[in-house]
C-alpha cells in the first residue's frame, strides 16, 4: 500500500486527519454531550503526543547508531535510555488508537444510543455507528501489534536491546523479556514465536506507516457516516506542523539497519512537495555467513536459565 501526502494538495505532510476533522458540520457532532473534545483537537492532541514520543526515540536511536558505528564491536555498549523512550513511544501508540474512537464517539449522539459501554469503542460499535465496524477490522491487525504495551504495563514484561555488529556499523533493536511456560526468561512466546528480535530501523518506520494508515480509516469511516446521515466532507489545506516536520525529517535519516530475519519495511521517499510512505518494500541487504551480536538480559535467583534472542 501506498500513502502520499502533497503540500499543494493538503498543505501539509501530516495524516489525513487534520484536513477534515475541522470540517464536520456542526449539526453532525456531539462532543459536548459527550463530554469530550472537538474531534480537530483531540487528534491534535494525540497527534502531538505521538510526534514528541517519536522524536525521542529517533533522536536517542541515531545518536546511538553514530556512537557504535566503529569497524569492530565496543567492550561494553547501553541502549538504556533509548529503550525508556521506546517503551513510552509504545504506550502513547496505544492510547493514539484508543483515541481515534473517541473522535467517532463524538458522532454519536447519547440521547438516542442504545449502549452505554465503558470503552469508547465498544460503546461506538455497540451503537452501530455507519463504518465503525469496518474500522475496527482496518486497525485490528495494527492494535494487535501493540499488545507488547499491555504486557509491559501489566504483566512486569522489560524490553531489553539487541545488537548485530557489521564492519563500520551497528544494527540495534529491542525485544520483550518475559517467562515461558517453563519460566526461562527470554523473548516473550507471544510477542516473538520465532524468538526474533525487532530492529528500531523497521520499527519506527513500521509505527509512522501506521499513523498514517489510522487516519486514513478514520477519514473514511467519519465520511460514511455523514453520507448515511446525509451529509458530506469536505477537505480544506492545513498549515504545516513544525513537530511533524520533524518527525518526517528524522524517519529519512533513519538507516536500513534491519536485522537478518526482517525481510519487509517501510519506504518512505520525499521530494520539495511530495511524501511517499510505502509498504511493504523489500530489504536486501547482504550479511555475513557469520555475524556478531549482543543482548541485555537481567536474571535472578528464582530466574537462572535464558533463551536468548535470534534477530
Given at each position: 500500500?501506498?500513502?502520499?501526502?502533497?503540500?499543494?494538495?493538503?498543505?501539509?505532510?501530516?495524516?489525513?486527519?487534520?484536513?477534515?476533522?475541522?470540517?464536520?458540520?456542526?449539526?453532525a457532532l456531539f462532543h459536548t454531550r459527550q463530554q469530550l473534545r472537538h474531534p480537530e483537537?483531540?487528534?491534535?492532541?494525540?497527534?502531538?503526543?505521538?510526534?514528541?514520543?517519536?522524536?525521542?526515540?529517533?533522536?536517542?536511536?541515531?545518536?546511538?547508531?553514530?556512537?557504535?558505528?566503529?569497524?569492530?564491536?565496543?567492550?561494553?555498549?547501553?541502549?538504556t535510555e533509548l529503550l525508556k523512550h521506546q517503551e513510552d513511544f509504545l504506550r502513547v501508540l496505544q492510547e493514539h488508537l484508543d483515541e481515534l474512537w473517541l473522535i467517532l464517539k463524538t458522532l454519536v449522539d447519547p440521547t438516542s444510543?442504545?449502549?452505554?459501554a465503558l470503552f469508547a469503542n465498544q460503546y461506538v460499535l455497540a451503537n452501530k455507528l455507519s463504518g465503525a465496524k469496518t474500522f475496527e477490522e482496518a486497525i485490528a491487525g495494527y492494535k494487535k501489534s501493540l499488545r507488547i504495551a499491555n504486557k509491559l504495563k501489566h504483566q512486569q514484561c522489560c524490553l531489553r536491546g539487541v545488537a548485530v555488529w557489521l564492519p563500520g556499523s551497528a544494527h540495534l533493536g529491542y525485544f520483550l523479556e518475559e517467562p515461558d511456560a517453563k519460566g526461562h526468561l527470554g523473548p516473550s512466546?507471544?510477542?516473538?514465536?520465532?524468538?526474533?528480535?525487532?530492529?528500531f530501523a523497521r520499527d519506527l518506520t513500521w509505527h509512522l506507516f501506521n499513523i498514517y494508515l489510522a487516519s486514513e480509516k478514520l477519514v473514511g469511516t467519519i465520511e460514511k457516516?455523514?453520507?448515511?446521515?446525509?451529509?458530506?466532507?469536505?477537505?480544506?489545506?492545513?498549515?504545516?506542523?513544525?513537530?511533524?516536520?520533524?518527525?518526517?525529517?528524522?524517519?529519512?535519516?533513519?538507516?536500513?539497519?534491519?536485522?537478518?530475519?526482517?525481510?519487509?519495511?517501510?519506504?518512505?521517499?520525499?521530494?520539495?512537495?511530495?511524501?511517499?510512505?510505502?509498504?511493504?518494500?523489500?530489504?536486501?541487504?547482504?550479511?555475513?555467513?557469520?555475524?556478531?551480536?549482543?543482548?541485555?538480559?537481567?536474571?535472578?535467583?528464582?530466574?537462572?536459565?535464558?533463551?536468548?534472542?535470534?534477530?
Amino acid at each position: 500500500m501506498k500513502i502520499t501526502r502533497s503540500l499543494s494538495l493538503h498543505g501539509t505532510f501530516s495524516p489525513a486527519a487534520v484536513n477534515v476533522l475541522g470540517q464536520i458540520p456542526s449539526q453532525a457532532l456531539f462532543h459536548t454531550r459527550q463530554q469530550l473534545r472537538h474531534p480537530e483537537s483531540i487528534y491534535r492532541l494525540s497527534l502531538e503526543k505521538v510526534g514528541d514520543a517519536f522524536c525521542k526515540v529517533a533522536e536517542a536511536y541515531l545518536a546511538k547508531t553514530e556512537t557504535y558505528s566503529e569497524a569492530t564491536p565496543p567492550n561494553s555498549w547501553e541502549i538504556t535510555e533509548l529503550l525508556k523512550h521506546q517503551e513510552d513511544f509504545l504506550r502513547v501508540l496505544q492510547e493514539h488508537l484508543d483515541e481515534l474512537w473517541l473522535i467517532l464517539k463524538t458522532l454519536v449522539d447519547p440521547t438516542s444510543a442504545t449502549e452505554g459501554a465503558l470503552f469508547a469503542n465498544q460503546y461506538v460499535l455497540a451503537n452501530k455507528l455507519s463504518g465503525a465496524k469496518t474500522f475496527e477490522e482496518a486497525i485490528a491487525g495494527y492494535k494487535k501489534s501493540l499488545r507488547i504495551a499491555n504486557k509491559l504495563k501489566h504483566q512486569q514484561c522489560c524490553l531489553r536491546g539487541v545488537a548485530v555488529w557489521l564492519p563500520g556499523s551497528a544494527h540495534l533493536g529491542y525485544f520483550l523479556e518475559e517467562p515461558d511456560a517453563k519460566g526461562h526468561l527470554g523473548p516473550s512466546p507471544d510477542i516473538h514465536p520465532d524468538q526474533g528480535a525487532i530492529s528500531f530501523a523497521r520499527d519506527l518506520t513500521w509505527h509512522l506507516f501506521n499513523i498514517y494508515l489510522a487516519s486514513e480509516k478514520l477519514v473514511g469511516t467519519i465520511e460514511k457516516a455523514l453520507n448515511a446521515r446525509g451529509s458530506s466532507l469536505s477537505p480544506v489545506i492545513s498549515p504545516s506542523n513544525a513537530k511533524w516536520e520533524q518527525v518526517i525529517s528524522l524517519a529519512l535519516k533513519i538507516p536500513d539497519a534491519y536485522f537478518p530475519k526482517e525481510v519487509r519495511a517501510v519506504g518512505i521517499y520525499r521530494d520539495a512537495q511530495t511524501l511517499v510512505i510505502k509498504f511493504p518494500k523489500e530489504v536486501r541487504l547482504r550479511f555475513p555467513a557469520q555475524v556478531k551480536t549482543s543482548c541485555s538480559f537481567c536474571i535472578d535467583k528464582h530466574s537462572r536459565k535464558y533463551k536468548l534472542p535470534l534477530p
